[in-house]
């Protein structure tokens, strides 16, 4: 019930093109949706998050879709450039008897943008 | 403002051993997660600190321990290491750890057990 299942595994799209990363959750728990982006020899970098009662939200060429009811969010990149290409972690956050949150991943998604 | 410094950056060690790994978060931040980082587990939840009280811990064994000090700086120890310990082991910072969750992932260590 502590699951984040993301996909797809690995992406590749060419630039310019908008590449969607999806995941769902159990918990209903969960009351807040980061997306963070890691390139490699780096820690994961907060790109985007949303709260469970907004059904969207865009920063710059980057959107999250939230479909409460389906228990489902996804990430996408407009206008992808190769500067891009990393490893992509959507995560939910829930919080912790002791106080404090905690944050449960999913297993990663590795862009590629191609020229 | 400096952002979330781990050292040390890597680290080998043999199996039997322990290591110590420090974090030192964003100045003001007072709460502390650590995660570890493997291509088969993905990342998953080790502990949290605040106000220099262990708060949570995930479900890992006793060998994984840690504290955090009056300057909110943490150290993680990781005793009798495991071939399966090899990992990156990334520390994470906020505010509160509680209604603001602006957590700051430092760069981690990454530690190789031979």
């Known amino acids: 019930q502590q699951q984040v299942k993301q996909s797809p595994q690995s992406l590749i799209v060419q630039k310019g093109g908008i590449p969607i990363i999806n995941c769902a959750y159990e918990?209903?728990?969960?009351?807040?949706f980061p997306w963070y982006q890691q390139f490699p020899g780096k820690g994961p970098a907060l790109l985007i998050a949303i709260r469970p009662d907004v059904s969207e939200k865009k920063e710059g060429r980057f959107t999250i879709s939230f479909n409460k009811s389906a228990k489902q969010f996804s990430l996408h990149i407009m206008d992808s450039q190769p500067g891009d290409s990393a490893t992509y972690f959507c995560?939910?956050?829930?919080?912790?008897?002791?106080?404090?949150?905690?944050?449960?991943f999913g297993t990663g998604t590795q862009l590629k943008v191609e020229l | 403002k400096a952002g979330v410094t781990q050292t040390p950056r890597y680290l080998i060690k043999t199996r039997g051993q322990q290591v110590t790994l420090s974090c030192s978060p964003i100045s003001g931040h007072r709460s502390v997660s650590w995660y570890q980082q493997t291509p088969g587990q993905g990342l998953q939840f080790l502990f949290e600190y605040f106000s220099e009280t262990q708060r949570n811990k995930g479900n890992f064994p006793g060998r994984f321990s840690g504290r955090q000090f009056s300057n909110s700086r943490s150290e993680m120890n990781v005793s009798t290491l495991e071939l399966g310990d090899s990992a990156l082991y990334l520390c994470?910072?906020?505010?509160?750890?509680?209604?603001?969750?602006?957590?700051?992932f430092g760069s981690g260590t990454r530690l190789t057990v031979v």
């Open positions: 995560a939910a956050s829930s919080r912790l008897t002791g106080g404090g949150n905690k944050l449960t």
């Open positions: 994470a910072s906020s505010l509160t750890g509680q209604g603001n969750y602006g957590y700051t």
């Open positions: 918990n209903t728990a969960f009351d807040y």
